[in-house]
T-cell receptor
Framework: DGGITQSPKYLFRKEGQNVTLSCEQN?????MYWYRQDPGQGLRLIYY???????QKGDIAEGYSVSREKKESFPLTVTSAQKNPTAFYLC??????????????FGEGSRLTVL | KNQVEQSPQSLIILEGKNCTLQ??????????LRWYKQDTGRGPVSLTIMTFSENTKSNGRYTATLDADTKQSSLHITASQLSDSASYICVVRPRSGNNRKLIWGLGTSLAVNP
């Protein structure tokens, strides 16, 4: 079945460590996004990519990095520079066919906890 | 400032009852308004997308309405089921923007009890 796969589902990290969250999609979508969700706040955009080998900062990019070497993959690295990394991270994608509406398809999320 | 406000913040209803969730927005002009359902610990799933020219859209027991004049949208759930327990998020896309510019509400947390 087509969809977006995020891994791991749960991740624990010690302070000072970098961690990478995986996001893979087989929907043939061009655009991919990373969001962060915290209790009591709306989704906030971290990074997005509209085409392979290109990505743009979102509203809260500090302390994060991404790459887009393949159309199917958009991994997110949470670096030690991110001051409050404990959160629920969501990856999403949009296809060219959704250019007008921009309907987002989400993965199941990755919950990162910093110990 | 572009904002999306949802009410109530949380709601508890009995199985089988109907309910209506509200979304007020200040985004103008806008391209479309969406409602997502998010189960606890999972990613959001799209329920409806309405362009600025539409005023109602249904998806099974879910019916969304849009009044662009008053800048209000509502999501009506008919004959609620236990599986409807989730957070419902209203999202507005400004006309001049793309998904980069989506304005997200905080969601309404719905609990359906037996």
């Amino acid at each position: 079945d087509g969809g977006i796969t995020q891994s791991p589902k749960y991740l624990f990290r010690k302070e000072g460590q970098n961690v990478t969250l995986s996001c893979e999609q087989n929907l043939n979508h061009d655009a991919m996004y990373w969001y962060r969700q915290d209790p009591g706040q709306g989704l906030r955009l971290i990074y997005y990519s509209q085409i392979v080998n290109d990505f743009q900062k979102g509203d809260i990019a500090e302390g994060y990095s991404v790459s887009r070497e393949k159309k199917e993959s958009f991994p997110l690295t949470v670096t030690s520079a991110q001051k409050n990394p404990t959160a629920f991270y969501l990856c999403a994608s949009t296809g060219l066919g959704d250019k007008v509406t921009g309907e987002l398809f989400f993965g199941e999320g990755s919950r990162l906890t910093v110990l | 400032k572009n904002q999306v406000e949802q009410s109530p913040q949380s709601l508890i209803i009995l199985e089988g009852k109907n309910c209506t969730l509200q979304c007020n927005y200040t985004v103008s002009p806008f391209s479309n308004l969406r409602w997502y359902k998010q189960d606890t610990g999972r990613g959001p799933v799209s329920l409806t997308i309405m362009t600025f020219s539409e005023n109602t859209k249904s998806n099974g027991r879910y019916t969304a309405t849009l009044d662009a004049d008053t800048k209000q949208s509502s999501l009506h759930i008919t004959a609620s089921q236990l599986s409807d327990s989730a957070s419902y998020i209203c999202v507005v896309r400004p006309r001049s923007g793309n998904n980069r510019k989506l304005i997200w509400g905080l969601g309404t947390s719905l609990a359906v009890n037996p």
